[in-house]
């Protein structure tokens, strides 16, 4: 054990040296199930991102389902992984949120043993690489799909990229929505979505978005007003990764749903 | 060439005075408490090559000696720390374990190889108050030294050890701790680093998810302008430090946890 880690230094993955050090930790271990899991284990849902000015938002609303039953009303979905990253996961919950504990761990430790951070698309291919790792489990009906975001240096604004289950990445612009309700959410984006807006407003339209989601997927929930759970809302700009508090969410809720009780299918477009 | 019979006590004290000799070659690098947490210091002109490093969350590293052996050290140091945190929680990563780890890994090499490691290093933990910090000390030998307040090691340990605790008190705000610091590195009449100069760093137990910062360029440029003049104002030094920070041990070779 000892020995161990201190040789083989030649890495700077995370995912390498648990690979040959410690194998049963990793995600996507290739035993064949009895039978595909599938409705039994709960599913994450939502999660919608755009770019916003000098950044970009991600969103994503708080169920969890294990086929017609509500699992979780208070799941959170989308972590931070580094000071200028995060993720959110759309698919089987436990895989998940292993697959973002993993990846939080692999940027952090390319960082420190580095001393520099990965560039924006080095991120995005690592991520991809681990996705495309989890396909035979995925083919099992452990399916789990990331959205990741990113702030970059170069690029001075907010980068999306998305995955399927054979990896990626596939770089979006503006705005993109993953999960069971994102058809939805898609939708809404397109039709609120301003290039440039500031990153309140760019939230605002997310958390629209959410709520369009949660108004026609039933495995997307919309905000509890009765138990006071919100969206996860985090912005990445320069200054970081900040998650917004559970009180300047409410307050972007309370927004959305004032505009609501007069107008239920939310904001019109122009046509012109 | 034969050569006869060595003792083993001979062969642990030439392979003592080897290992000192290489970290007393090396410029020093100073650890101390402050206000708001850990503070590194160690003159490095080099912008690539560390000497101190973040291990995790609230664990710091400084090392003198051979540079691609303590990287050995500190990067064995980084997979461990993160194969804990990630097989248990990150609160579990904790630097007595991490000095354990090293002081066995040290102590094997030394007694097992030809040529022992030629590196003193510190391990440090910031905690939620001043009395929870952890500042462990291991030498060469793989002794630990579990260090209260400061502690200096490289060349010349003794006298800068001796010239910090002038100068250290607890509670220090940055910028004096950062003074003292200097003061304990310059000679007596010497000129001090400039900040291209220095390495520094602090664990500050106010920052949110990992407490280590390095601190350069112009963050690094204010805080010099804002230390203390280098005139002597010393106050009445209260020394903190209830041991001496003392290299490896001088004469016979203790391998147990001394101090």
Known sequence: MVNHIFTDTGSSSFTEFVRSHAPDLLPGRNETLASPVGDQIPHAT?????????????AGDRRATSGNIISQRDMEKVFRTDDHSGMGIAGAASTGIELARLYQVELEHYEKREGRTLSVKGKANRLATMIRGNLP???????????????????????????????????QRHHHAIGS??????????????????????????????????????????????????????VITADGFHRLSDEEVAGYVQTVVDTRTNLPDGPTAPLR | ????????????????????????????????????????????????????????????????????EFEALRLGGIRYADINGYTYARDDVTARGLANLYAQNLGQIFTESL?????????????????????????????????????????????????????????????????????????????????????????????????????????????????????????????????????????????????
């Open chain 1, 46 to 58: 939502t999660i919608v991102a755009a770019t916003c000015a000098g950044g970009v938002v991600i």
């Open chain 1, 137 to 171: 489990m995925a083919m099992q009906g452990l399916v789990v799909v990331p959205l990741f975001v990113a702030y970059d240096p170069d690029a001075e604004g907010g980068r999306i990229f998305s995955y399927d289950v054979g990896g990626g990445p596939y770089e």
């Open chain 1, 181 to 234: 309700g994102s058809i939805f959410a898609r939708g809404a984006l397109k039709k609120l979505y301003r290039e440039g807006a500031s990153p309140e407003d760019t939230v605002l339209t997310a958390v629209h978005a959410l709520y369009d989601a949660a108004d026609d997927d039933s495995a997307t929930g919309g905000p509890d007003l009765i138990r006071r759970i919100w969206p996860v809302v985090a």
């Open chain 2, 1 to 68: 060439m034969p050569f006869g019979y060595v003792s083993p006590e001979q062969q642990m004290r030439d392979k003592a005075d080897y290992a000192r000799k290489g970290i007393a070659r090396g410029r020093s690098v100073v650890v101390l408490q402050y206000e708001d947490g850990i503070l590194f210091v160690a003159p490095n002109p080099s912008r690539a090559l560390h000497k101190i490093s973040e291990i995790y969350d609230k664990i710091g590293f400084a090392a003198v000696g051979r540079y691609n």
């Open chain 2, 115 to 259: 040529k022992p490691f030629e590196v003193e290093i510190v391990v440090a933990e910031v905690g939620d108050t001043a009395d929870e910090d952890h500042i462990y000390r291991l030498t060469f030998d793989g002794s630990v030294f579990d260090e209260a307040g400061l502690v200096a090691m490289g060349g010349q340990a003794d006298a800068v050890a001796g010239r910090l605790k002038e100068r250290y008190r607890d509670g220090l705000p940055l910028a004096e701790a950062l003074d003292a610091a200097l003061f304990a590195l310059t000679e007596p009449g010497g000129e001090r680093p400039p900040a291209g100069q220095l390495e520094v760093a602090v664990l500050d137990r106010n920052r949110p998810h990992r407490k280590f910062l390095r601190l350069n360029g112009p963050r690094l440029e204010r805080l010099l302008a804002e230390t203390p003049s280098a005139a002597p104002a010393p106050e009445t030094p209260e020394t903190g430090a209830s041991q001496e920070a003392r290299t490896a041990p001088e004469g016979d070779i203790d391998t147990g946890s001394g101090g």
